[in-house]
């Protein structure tokens, strides 16, 4: 029979406590994964997107990271290396791709669903694994037990 985890001095609280911190644990971590997908769309949704071309081809460690050339609304070219890198290459030379320009300071960013959602995910991984060990925990552990 399972009693629990044993910590310092022998002190475990008792599975169904163990069971409502993981399940605190998995709604925790989907809404923070809401809230970043909330934040990512007004932000992101605001932002205005202007077409770049692909100038360039960094590789790193075998990571391809692109060098991106645009024009902003006002008529200027700007070039700027994108935060995301990938293996294999997603990026080539040439290619045409968006670019947002985010915040008061029109910082550019690759329109890219990972770089924009893809912080989401880790949260949303950590609510998967603590769904999941509640679920076991409940049905071997506290399911048909009397306290």
Known sequence: MFRG?????????????HFRIIVFIA??????????VW???????????????????????G???????YRTPEGARERFKSRLGSYP?????????????VGAERNPMLKDWFGMYGVALVPLGFSAVA????????????????E
């Open 131 to 146: 769904a999941l060990t509640a679920t076991v925990l409940y049905f071997f552990v506290l399911r048909g037990r009397v």
């Open 27 to 36: 709604v925790a971590g989907v809404l923070i994964a809401g809230a970043w």
């Open 89 to 101: 290459q997603k990026y080539f030379v040439g290619d045409k791709v968006e670019v947002l320009l």
């Open 5 to 17: 985890f044993s910590w310092a001095w022998g002190w475990s609280p008792p599975p169904r406590i």
């Open 63 to 69: 990571m391809h990271t692109p060098v991106i050339e």
């Open 39 to 61: 934040y990512a769309q007004v932000t992101y949704g605001r932002a205005p997107v202007v077409v770049g071309v692909v100038v360039q081809d960094l590789v790193k460690k």
